[in-house]
């Protein structure tokens, strides 16, 4: 099974003009044409988070489905975290799953067409903490029997240290610079496979509409399922 899978964190739908833009992410997002779009920090912060993106407007404006992760209605995702599918495939085994750390994190796990977990996670700014994030991760890796890959914002801006306690099931990779979308410096954005995924191609989305749209660039990946 060959999938292209995205990554991209959406700021709550701010741009760098300041403004809130749900359209403007939903075209990016459309313009990346994956099968599988995870995203970060998809709900508002304050109240009851409802979604940056709401619901209507990806049913109308989207060929995508949001994996139903939040339990008050008005969520996206959890923590912060969702997992768009392209219609016409199937998801299963939908959960959240709780890091540990100084300020609330969490990560959504989902099984694609039976194949393959996704997981999407937006880990700390401190890297003792994300490195508990990462154990906490690996934990729950034990526990599938997919090939899985995790994406998101890692939070590392080293290109090679801080991703040991996942190195020990996972390849990290690294696409390109996302951050800042302005004048990106930083390879903020990491896609890690475990064995049984192959890494086909993968690059970061420079487009003039990404560029502001967010203060992060999308990442993109092509994987073959080969287990």
């Keep these: 099974m060959d999938l292209k899978i995205a990554t991209y964190n959406m700021r709550k739908a701010i741009g760098l003009d300041r403004r809130r833009d749900p359209h403007r992410i939903l075209n990016v997002l459309n313009d990346l044409d994956a099968d599988v779009l995870v995203l970060q920090e998809a709900d508002r912060r304050l109240g009851p988070r409802p979604s940056a993106l709401p619901f209507k407007m990806i049913e109308e404006e989207t060929d995508f489905i949001p994996v139903p992760f939040a339990t008050n209605g008005l969520s996206l ?43 999407g996670t937006h880990l700390g700014l401190l890297r003792p903490y994300r490195h508990q994030q990462m154990r906490a991760l690996a934990g729950h890796f034990d526990h599938i029997e997919l090939p899985t890959v995790i994406l998101g914002d890692f939070n590392e801006w080293s290109p090679r240290r801080g991703f040991e306690p996942l190195e020990v099931h996972f390849d990290i990779h690294s696409p390109g610079r996302s951050y800042h979308a302005s004048r990106p410096m930083a390879a903020l954005d990491r896609i890690a496979t475990s064995e049984g995924v192959e890494l086909r191609d993968a690059g970061v989305d420079q487009s003039k509409l990404a560029r502001i749209a967010s203060d992060h660039l999308p990442v993109w990946a092509k994987l073959r399922i080969t287990d």
């Design 77 to 119: 995702g959890s923590h912060g975290n969702a997992v768009l599918v392209r219609k016409g495939l199937t998801f299963h085994d939908a959960r959240t799953v709780e890091l540990p750390g100084l300020e609330p994190r969490g990560a959504v796990s989902v099984g694609i067409e039976g194949k393959m977990q996704v997981i």
